[in-house]
């Protein structure tokens, strides 16, 4: 034939576009181009597809080559268009199933020697290719246990150019190869910690599980040493397990970001970017190939931002869209990406930039204008969308020696999925599961809207201006969450009196 057609995809984030690459085969001046927009990657996948089929023993024909990657409107990026290109090129003149050929998509980037070499963000591309109905992959062989992780698709992984042709009826003999493997990536996970070593924190420990069982975030203030780092890092562990839907876009998520995936990670994610973090680390970004940040790789997962006055200004002021919206879009010149951001926000900062303000003995040796300029990092409208604000205090020796048994984290997960489980009962007939994403008009209006008596407080904090209206709705949601816990089908005061503390710090 020649005319030969075959499948890619072109990714935008996590969504992916399939990509019909098409070669065509003309007795004119032997030449190759590529056409469709592809970018600088793509456009030299002319020499590597060139040299893979010659030391495959597949030489290419020796006319005029076309390749047009439809629709030639959509930006496409990388090196993962190489082996598509390879199989239609060959498909023109090789004796192939062409049906077999047009009914695949080819993922994978090509070495010199014919090998396949495994490319980023092949679990989104595979997603993508089920969602629209191709039923069968070809993945570089070191990307074949990610590639399976999706249902319903025949996944083939291949080691060099030659098994993919073989695999469409090409009459040849591949030689044996040794696969090309992915190194090994190290990435953070949530640690296994214990929820009782947490000693003389109880209020905490009771804040956290507030926090985990609403998803609300949260805002640890204290001096070094009271236990906000250890509270942190034991949130995961008393969330519940990620379903297959999340489980798969945090997975897809870590493959885009170049990561090795070998199976789905139930843990929630756990994000604890350096305070050096720019704002493209925290967003995500890259010049054409747009690629997670922290705040994408923990969605559905807790981010954690440990010395917050450290940060620069703007890089915290960019967590305030994603907080508002759960998700988070990336514009550059060439591309437009878009990306979960539902995440659980945890917060520790410190009274000063030494530590001591406020603790009794210690010396603090800040001046005003540093302790003013410290706090300050963290404007007003990032604090007005964080739910629980805790202050913490270091814990006595004395206390620490006669401390009781404090909450398990076996314990904390069951009261956290037993309340997660009313929550979602009373939200059934509404598109909200947790009590963080339920909105303020359906909380102020909707069928269980706290009566006059009991949102008294809250109106009088409203009316004082110790609330905004943004705030006012935390409160109630941060109270349905305490009210889960209680068992509690309805507000009462002393939810909302308790939720207030939690925000303000306010005594009803």
């Not at 995809?9 to 030449?31: F, K, S, W």
């Not at 030494?354 to 800040?366: E, F, R």
């Amino acid at each position: 034939m020649t005319v030969a057609r075959t499948w890619a995809v072109a990714l935008a984030g996590l969504e992916g576009a399939l990509v019909e690459v098409e070669a065509d085969l003309t007795n004119q001046i032997p030449d190759f181009r590529i056409i469709g927009l592809p970018d600088k990657a793509l456009a030299e996948a002319v020499q590597r597809v060139h040299n893979a089929c010659a030391n495959s023993d597949l030489p290419l024909p020796r006319r005029r080559l076309t390749v047009n990657l439809s629709p030639a409107s959509l930006p496409k990026q990388g090196s993962g268009f190489d082996v598509a290109v390879a199989i239609a090129c060959l498909a023109t003149e090789i004796p192939m199933d062409a049906a077999s050929v047009a009914a695949t998509v080819h993922l994978g980037e090509l070495g010199l020697d014919g090998r396949l070499r495994p490319i980023p963000g092949v679990l989104p591309s595979v997603l993508a290719s089920a969602r629209a109905g191709i039923g069968r992959v070809v993945v570089p062989y070191a990307n074949l246990e990610e590639a399976r992780l999706v249902q319903g698709v025949e996944v083939l992984g291949a080691v060099s150019l030659g098994d993919v042709a073989r695999w469409h009826g090409a009459d040849i003999a591949v030689r044996e190869r040794e696969p090309v493997t992915q190194p090994a990536t190290t990435t953070l996970r949530a640690p296994d910690r214990e929820l009782a070593e947490v000693i003389g924190q109880r209020d905490a420990v009771d804040a956290l599980v507030v926090a985990a069982a609403g998803g609300h975030h949260i805002l640890m203030s204290g001096p070094p040493g009271a236990g906000k780092t250890m509270l942190a890092e034991r949130l995961p562990g008393i969330l519940p397990p990620l379903d297959d839907e999340a489980a798969l876009a945090s997975a897809s998520i870590r493959s885009l970001a170049g990561e090795r995936i070998a199976d789905l990670e139930r843990t929630p994610p756990f994000e604890a970017p350096h305070h050096s973090a720019s704002v493209a680390a925290l967003v995500g970004g890259g010049s054409r190939l747009i690629r997670p940040g922290a705040i994408a790789r923990a969605s559905d997962g807790v981010l954690f931002l440990d010395e917050a006055g450290e940060f620069a200004s703007s890089a915290l002021d960019a967590l305030r869209q994603p907080l508002e919206s759960g998700a988070i879009t990336i514009s550059r010149a060439g591309a437009t990406a878009s990306f979960p951001a539902r995440f659980q926000l945890v917060v520790a900062t410190n009274p000063c930039p030494c530590g001591n303000y406020g603790v009794p003995g210690g010396a603090c040796v800040c001046p005003p204008i540093a302790i003013r300029r410290y706090l300050g990092r963290l404007s007003g409208p990032l604090i007005d969308r964080i739910d629980i604000e805790l202050s913490m205090r270091r814990v006595s020796v004395a206390h620490a020696g006669a401390a009781e048994p404090g909450t398990t984290t076996a314990e904390a997960k069951v009261r956290v999925g037993e309340a997660r489980e009313r929550a979602a009962r009373r939200l059934r007939a509404t598109p909200w599961r947790l009590n963080a994403q339920v909105s303020g008009a359906w909380l102020r209006q909707g069928p269980l809207a706290p009566p006059p008596v009991v949102r008294r407080p809250l109106d009088a904090a409203l009316h004082r201006g110790s609330l905004t209206l943004r705030g006012y709705d935390r409160v109630l949601r941060v109270a349905w969450s305490l009210a889960d816990l209680s068992r509690h089908d309805r507000l009462d005061a002393q939810h909302i009196g308790r939720a207030l503390f939690l925000k303000r710090g306010i005594t009803a």
